[in-house]
């Protein structure tokens, strides 16, 4: 009888943590279902919560033998299941859920749908603002659950801060 009592909070959590991150967008016919309520968001002042916009794009370059975020959304059937590295600025982080941590990168290339790119990673923790080279394998239509699916994700990357005044 515990079991299901400690489940459904840590669903909960596990939804309201994840706010934010990609979503498929809800069928057109789903738009007559009754509406459900927003997650929770963090507070604007939270660390992890700094805008995109607040964060500097400019001057970023590819790395050597890299992709930025607009090529990899380009070639993503052809990089699928392949390593790939970008360099980019963190621009949200959510640590710790479902046993890795969630970061947001962006390079200044793309547009809307294609500028952002989900990378999950076991392990270091960059802070946002940080410009970071990420090496890990491209994973395309990633369902994880309740409604969190990706069209392209990059996973297990090791992340690494590089010093901007060496780009």
Not at 108 to 119: C, F, H, I, Q, Y
Request: hydrophobic share 45%; net charge negative.
């Amino acid at each position: 009888m515990l079991k299901p009592r400690i489940a459904t909070p840590l669903a909960l959590a596990v939804l309201v943590a994840l706010a934010g991150c990609s979503k498929k967008e809800p069928a057109a016919d789903a738009a007559k279902a009754p509406a459900v309520p927003a997650p929770a968001q963090m507070p604007a002042d939270h660390p992890t919560a700094k805008p995109a916009a607040e964060v500097d794009l400019a001057g970023i370059a590819k790395a050597e033998g890299g992709k930025t975020v607009a090529e990899v959304f380009a070639e993503k059937d052809a990089l699928g299941g392949q390593k790939v590295a970008v360099r980019g600025k963190v621009v949200k982080v959510n640590a710790n859920i479902m046993g890795r941590n969630w970061l947001h990168v962006r390079d200044g290339s793309g547009a809307e749908g294609t500028n952002d790119l989900t990378v999950t990673t076991p392990g270091f923790v960059p802070d946002v603002g940080d410009l970071v080279l990420v090496t890990g394998t491209v994973a395309l239509n990633k369902d994880f659950g309740m409604g969190y699916s990706y069209d392209l994700i990059v996973e297990d990357a090791e992340v690494a801060i590089e010093d901007p005044a060496d780009d």
